[in-house]
């Protein structure tokens, strides 16, 4: 396809609580017009903006693709109150601001009849289990998205991310009221968020263990395609940690995709790498065919395969 003229739109929705909330739709104005349309749901900490420059050349593909930033983070960070007074909690990112987001991208093109899909970096896959919105999409595309369980890692890895669920974070978020970004997130956020994410992450099942969310059963619902990236490289989300999360999914339905850096030409992806354009070629054309092949109502799941080592059977 021709790449298509793009227009950016900033918005403000607001979620089922009336929290007030960011995005950004990048839609294609060319005569080919749109066939898709796609939600990205960012990881934990990071503005809507790194993801801008996939979503522009989404669009220039004919993907309508929208980004938000969750409550407490970017464009949605409270203006007139501090971050230590701010309430906000992880499911609520989850429970109330994705699946506003979601129907916020669907009213923006109501007018139109297209098949929507969502892509979640991080903890934005982990969060397609919080809610049955997921549910209306067509298919899931989940980069890097992992169960936060300390055990899951080895090593340093391990040490590390026992000391981030069991000291580093009580001791900041719970005195200070929010978790400072220089405590190494990059950006603040709110301090029961972080209390309720170290909660999941000190136990084995993670978000699975809170009754609040009945993920198990939010997660095995969808049975929809997609399509799993696990990086080889990638010191926040380790094959083990991305195993555990995608156990959780109905397995017949699900195309994964571990890649080695080495096999792109690149000498690092890790946990950001995979949204910047240097990546395009060929893993935002990977996600673009994924979205063209299931758009269709009619189009087959995908059938149960082994890990993939990118192109190859592992």
Sequence with gaps: MRPQPTTDQTITFHAADGQPLGGTIYAPTGSQGPSARLLINSGTAISQTFYGRMARWLASQGVITMTYDYRGVGESRPRKMPMRRFKARAADWGKQDYPAALAALQAQS????????????SFGGQIMGMTPATEQ??????VASQSGYWGHWSGMGRAQMAAWWH??????????????????????????????????????????????????????????????????????????????LLSWLPQASLERRVVHPHELGRKEIGHFNFFRPAFKDPLWAEVLDFIQEHRRPDSLPIPQTPNIVYGKAA
């Design 110 to 121: 109501a007018h139109l009849e297209l098949p929507t899909f969502v892509l979640g970096h």
């Design 137 to 142: 999409a067509r298919g899931l595309i989940m």
């Design 167 to 244: 000291l580093i974070v009580p001791s900041l978020a719970g005195p200070l009221g929010y978790l400072p970004g220089g405590a190494g997130l990059g950006a603040d956020i709110p301090g029961q968020m972080a209390l309720q994410w170290a909660r999941w992450g000190r136990h084995r099942d993670y978000l699975l263990s809170d009754p609040e969310l009945d993920a198990k059963r939010q997660f095995a619902a969808l049975r929809m395609p997609k399509l799993a990236y696990t990086f080889t490289d990638d010191r926040l989300a380790p094959p083990k940690a991305v195993d555990a």
